[in-house]
């Protein structure tokens, strides 16, 4: 699979998981401090629009707005470092992502918003948890308006305010419910 070259001023869906599908936390502590990384290696090189960390995968949503060489450094900076973190504190050696990073270009506001509401409904689509509740996912950053990570005037506007971004999030949560039955 060849891998989408990042380009300044668009949008990315970027995600990885453990390699072999194991767990890359083990923990809360580990997903905090994940974050932390994200925010020191990241923050400065683009706009965040949405993420989600679970046991063996993560999701962000990312707009890269400095030159695509520095922003693929800085991914590689973040996941290197937290590898180093985490087999240091489990005890283990070796690689913890699979090989790269995945990314995928967005291709309209359509697709971006799908995407948003894809990332923070991970919670409940891989393990039936409560997305409103979860707290590794940017959806209640986004709501609350607590700006850690994620830009939330941005995220509101382009949802066409606040309530429209939680209502879509709930619209969608029910037709997952229905096609989860299903199944």
Do not use: W
């Given at each position: 699979?060849?891998?989408e070259?990042?380009e300044?001023?668009?949008?990315?869906?970027?995600?990885?998981?453990?390699?072999?599908?194991?767990?890359?936390?083990?923990?809360?502590?580990?997903?905090?401090?994940?974050?932390?990384?994200?925010?020191?290696?990241?923050?400065?090189?683009?706009?965040?629009?949405?993420?989600?960390?679970?046991?063996?995968?993560?999701?962000?949503?990312?707009?890269?707005?400095?030159?695509?060489?520095?922003?693929?450094?800085?991914?590689?900076?973040?996941?290197?470092?937290?590898?180093?973190?985490?087999?240091?504190?489990?005890?283990?050696?070796?690689?913890?992502?699979?090989?790269?990073?995945?990314?995928?270009?967005?291709?309209?506001?359509?697709?971006?918003?799908?995407?948003?509401i894809?990332v923070?409904?991970?919670?409940?689509?891989?393990?039936?948890?409560?997305?409103?509740?979860?707290r590794?996912?940017?959806?209640?950053?986004?709501?609350?308006?607590?700006?850690?990570?994620?830009k939330?005037?941005?995220?509101?506007?382009?949802?066409?305010?606040?309530?429209?971004?939680q209502?879509?999030?709930?619209?969608?949560?029910?037709s997952?419910?229905?096609?989860?039955?299903?199944?």
């Amino acid at each position: 699979m060849k891998l989408e070259t990042l380009e300044k001023d668009h949008f990315y869906h970027i995600y990885n998981r453990g390699i072999n599908r194991s767990n890359i936390f083990s923990n809360d502590e580990n997903k905090r401090y994940f974050l932390q990384l994200y925010q020191k290696y990241l923050s400065q090189k683009g706009s965040t629009f949405a993420y989600c960390l679970l046991q063996n995968h993560f999701h962000v949503v990312i707009r890269v707005y400095l030159d695509p060489k520095e922003v693929t450094q800085g991914f590689s900076n973040f996941f290197n470092s937290y590898a180093k973190a985490y087999n240091k504190a489990e005890h283990r050696t070796g690689s913890l992502f699979e090989k790269h990073f995945k990314r995928i270009k967005v291709a309209d506001e359509k697709y971006l918003k799908q995407l948003i509401i894809y990332v923070n409904l991970n919670p409940e689509i891989h393990f039936g948890k409560a997305f409103k509740t979860y707290r590794f996912s940017s959806y209640q950053e986004s709501i609350n308006d607590v700006s850690k990570i994620v830009k939330s005037e941005e995220i509101s506007e382009l949802f066409g305010g606040n309530e429209n971004f939680q209502k879509s999030h709930e619209n969608r949560s029910i037709s997952l419910s229905e096609e989860l039955t299903l199944e």
